[in-house]
């Protein structure tokens, strides 16, 4: 098994400085690839793991014991930190959200984050200071643990299409990181601007920013703009679904196999977990 005390002493220091890409794998062997790449961490995709398990990107569809599972899953199989996308907690109440955490570290997360959405299209964010004490009582819940977990709290102003996004992921942002957050994050800002008002104004706490498509941005201009860390969500599962679903249709639709051409050859993938698989027995 990894030393989880030692994995998260890491995570914690990989924040201290720089800028580095935090990939998401949504199984085993594509995290088994990423640590091979040479990354110095990893984080879960909810979207990703729940497409793997035919489920939409929603906590109703697929359960916490699903997800617990699958995150002790991924950091049990390599051997650097995992920062899992935990959602809302899977809870509505605190005393809940109180357990989801407490279950979460017990996987042996690196890190992870709680989101102030709430899955309800009336009313899509908790209300501010609802949203302020779910990151106490995540804060607690790590505190009382005794271990060094790393929070990152999320607010989904824009993804949510709030009418002031920057302004009021400012607002909350900043309360969260008063409230015991470790790390700060928005969701597509939209702009690198947007960035840079969000790094500037939760200075000195981290910010992750999500890259979900090629915009043409480097991980050089973000850290120019002072972002930490580097995540890429749901965008290389849906690399490979784009594959699967190319070569498929045109098998399906046209009768071609055109499509399997230039692919990695199976002794390649094959010796690669014959090297890699089991390492951690």
């Known amino acids: 098994m990894p030393n989880f005390t030692e994995l998260r002493s890491q995570f914690r220091?990989?924040?201290?400085?720089?800028?580095?890409?935090?990939?998401?794998?949504?199984?085993?062997?594509?995290?088994?690839?990423?640590?091979?790449?040479?990354?110095?961490?990893?984080?879960?995709?909810?979207?990703?793991?729940?497409?793997?398990?035919?489920?939409?990107?929603?906590g109703e569809l697929h359960r916490r014991d699903q997800v617990l599972s699958h995150f002790a899953e991924?950091?049990?199989?390599?051997?650097?930190?995992?920062?899992?996308?935990?959602?809302?907690?899977f809870?509505?109440?605190?005393?809940?959200?109180?357990?989801?955490?407490?279950?979460?570290?017990?996987?042996?997360?690196?890190?992870?984050?709680?989101?102030?959405?709430?899955?309800?299209?009336?009313k899509p964010l908790f209300?501010?200071?609802?949203?302020?004490?779910?990151?106490?009582?995540?804060r607690?819940?790590?505190?009382?643990?005794?271990?060094?977990?790393?929070?990152?709290?999320?607010?989904?102003?824009?993804?949510?299409?709030?009418?002031?996004?920057?302004?009021?992921s400012i607002l909350r942002l900043q309360a969260y990181?008063?409230?015991?957050?470790?790390?700060?994050?928005?969701?597509?800002?939209?702009?690198?601007e947007n960035v840079s008002a969000i790094v500037a104004a939760v200075r000195p706490n981290p910010v992750n920013v999500i890259v979900s498509a090629n915009s043409g941005l480097t991980v050089s201009d973000l850290a120019e703009l002072g972002v930490r860390r580097i995540s890429v969500g749901s965008a290389l599962a849906r690399a490979a679904w784009t594959g699967f679903i190319h070569a498929a249709k045109l098998i399906a639709d046209e009768g071609s196999f055109a499509a399997l051409d230039g692919l990695i050859p199976f002794n390649e993938l094959n010796q690669f977990f014959a090297l890699n698989s089991g390492t951690l027995d």
Do not use: M
Not at 94 to 121: K, M, N, P, Q, Y
Not at 127 to 138: G, T
Not at 141 to 168: M, N, Q, W
């Open 13 to 58: 220091d990989i924040h201290a400085q720089g800028c580095f890409v935090i990939p998401n794998p949504w199984d085993i062997g594509s995290a088994l690839y990423l640590q091979h790449l040479g990354f110095q961490a990893l984080a879960t995709t909810s979207s990703g793991f729940a497409f793997s398990k035919g489920f939409t990107d929603s």
């Open 177 to 192: 990181a008063q409230a015991g957050a470790d790390v700060l994050f928005a969701p597509c800002p939209a702009t690198l």
């Open 127 to 138: 209300d501010l200071f609802e949203a302020i004490d779910r990151i106490k009582v995540a």
């Open 74 to 89: 991924i950091a049990s199989a390599v051997k650097l930190p995992v920062n899992a996308d935990f959602q809302s907690g």
């Open 91 to 122: 809870a509505q109440d605190l005393e809940t959200l109180s357990e989801s955490v407490r279950l979460c570290i017990g996987t042996g997360v690196a890190g992870f984050s709680i989101e102030d959405s709430t899955g309800d299209r009336d």
């Open 140 to 168: 607690a819940a790590i505190d009382a643990s005794g271990a060094d977990v790393l929070l990152t709290a999320r607010s989904e102003c824009f993804l949510v299409g709030h009418e002031t996004p920057l302004k009021e």
